[in-house]
């Protein structure tokens, strides 16, 4: 039979286990839901300005650079927030 002090020491072993899944798969989630964010916001512009580097992202985010002032205020606030960090 287990004592509460081994009881304990075992659910908070599980805790500290699981928590860089639980960190993990919320940063995933978070960046999920900014890609969704910014590719709702910056579609049209992509189509618009960048049509020949579709669907290739890197060559996207080098014509989104240099197109910049002709972004959309709200692709233009996005992109603006992704490129800072």
Known sequence: MMTDTL??????TLLVLALPGVASARIRSERDRLRAE???????????????ALPNEAKVEACMKAQ???LSPACGKIFDRGTRG
């Not at 009881?7 to 908070?12: E, L, M, S, Y």
């Not at 709702?40 to 020949?52: E, I, K, S």
């Open 7 to 12: 009881k304990r020491t075992a659910v908070c």
């Open 38 to 52: 910014a590719e709702h916001a910056c579609y049209g512009d992509a189509q618009r300005l960048c049509p020949d």
């Open 68 to 70: 910049r002032a002709r």
